[in-house]
């Protein structure tokens, strides 16, 4: 939660939106989730939700950033998502943010917006890998 908390972008502003049962759940029931470490200490998470097919989470700390640690966690969690499914995979995001163009250069695309005003994006299989040859 520390990580999620230290973001500058996407900021959660109600922490009581997204609890340690909510983490827990998504992890243990829902799908599987990643982390990145520094000297023992979490410093970026990725979790995937197998059953809405989506990127429910994907934070990487600021103090960290542009490190490269928010690519290779979505390069792990999607290679075993693509590996469970051939179904597209969609998260979204705040429009204008690194995070938005960060998903654009990893090939991901722009399908409107949510409801709340969200960036929703989709990636399909076929899609990821092209991306994933061409990082390879």
Same mark, same amino acid.
């Given at each position: 939660?520390?990580?999620?908390?230290?973001?500058?972008?996407?900021?959660?502003?109600?922490?009581?939106?997204?609890?340690?049962?909510?983490?827990?759940?998504?992890?243990?029931?829902?799908?599987? $989730?990643?982390? &990145? %470490? @520094?000297?023992? /200490?979490?410093? +970026?998470?990725?979790?995937?939700?197998?059953?809405?097919?989506?990127?429910?989470?994907?934070?990487?700390?600021?103090?960290?950033?542009?490190?490269?640690?928010?690519?290779?966690?979505?390069?792990?969690?999607?290679?075993?998502?693509?590996?469970?499914?051939?179904?597209?995979?969609?998260?979204?995001?705040?429009? $204008?943010?690194? &995070? %938005? @163009?960060?998903? /654009?250069?990893? +090939?991901?695309?722009?399908?409107?917006?949510?409801?709340?005003?969200?960036?929703?994006?989709?990636?399909?299989?076929?899609?990821?890998?092209?991306?994933?040859?061409?990082?390879?």
């Amino acid at each position: 939660m520390e990580v999620r908390f230290a973001v500058r972008e996407n900021v959660l502003r109600n922490r009581a939106l997204v609890t340690e049962a909510d983490c827990l759940h998504y992890l243990t029931e829902r799908g599987r $989730g990643w982390v &990145a %470490e @520094e000297a023992g /200490r979490v410093v +970026g998470f990725a979790i995937a939700d197998a059953r809405e097919h989506s990127v429910w989470a994907l934070f990487v700390h600021s103090d960290f950033d542009r490190q490269g640690l928010g690519k290779t966690l979505l390069h792990q969690l999607l290679h075993w998502y693509f590996a469970q499914t051939d179904h597209p995979i969609w998260l979204s995001t705040s429009p $204008g943010t690194r &995070a %938005e @163009e960060f998903y /654009r250069r990893q +090939g991901w695309q722009d399908t409107g917006r949510t409801a709340s005003g969200e960036v929703r994006f989709e990636l399909t299989k076929e899609e990821w890998s092209r991306v994933d040859d061409f990082d390879k």
